[in-house]
Nanobody, 123 residues
Framework: QVQLVESGGGLVQAGGSLRLSCAAS????????MGWFRQAPEKEREFVAG????????YYPDSVKGRFTISRSNAKNTVYLQMNSLKPEDTAVYYC????????????????WGQGTQVTVSS
């Protein structure tokens, strides 16, 4: 049974940093893309970072580029999201996801999801 478990969320002041982790179990994900999405109340789920199976390719939308960094450890079946210079508009539930093949911004094309971790940025 595949399971993704996020951790590292919490409350932080604007300008601060958080590091999210997502540990995957149930199979080996070394050939899978991994990614992070977020969803704020009454908003659509937004793709905020993606990384290919080897870690050689990453993607960020303009809203987080230069502030967020995605990385992975295939040995640990874990993906990370380092978030710096956080803003109140980054407040959301953050979800990790994995999919066979390449990353995509389309949330419907991801195969497995974590339960989410709340990130709250105060002004």
């Amino acid at each position: 049974q595949v399971q993704l478990v996020e951790s590292g969320g919490g409350l932080v002041q604007a300008g601060g940093s958080l590091r999210l982790s997502c540990a995957a179990s149930g199979r080996t994900f070394s050939n899978y893309a991994m990614g992070w999405f977020r969803q704020a109340p009454e908003k659509e789920r937004e793709f905020v970072a993606g990384i290919n199976w080897s870690g050689s390719s990453t993607y960020y939308p303009d809203s987080v580029k230069g502030r967020f960094t995605i990385s992975r450890s295939n040995a640990k079946n874990t993906v990370y999201l380092q978030m710096n210079s956080l803003k109140p508009e980054d407040t959301a539930v953050y979800y990790c996801a994995v999919r066979a093949g390449y990353y995509t911004q389309n949330s419907e094309r991801w195969d497995y999801w974590g339960q989410g971790t709340q990130v709250t940025v105060s002004s």
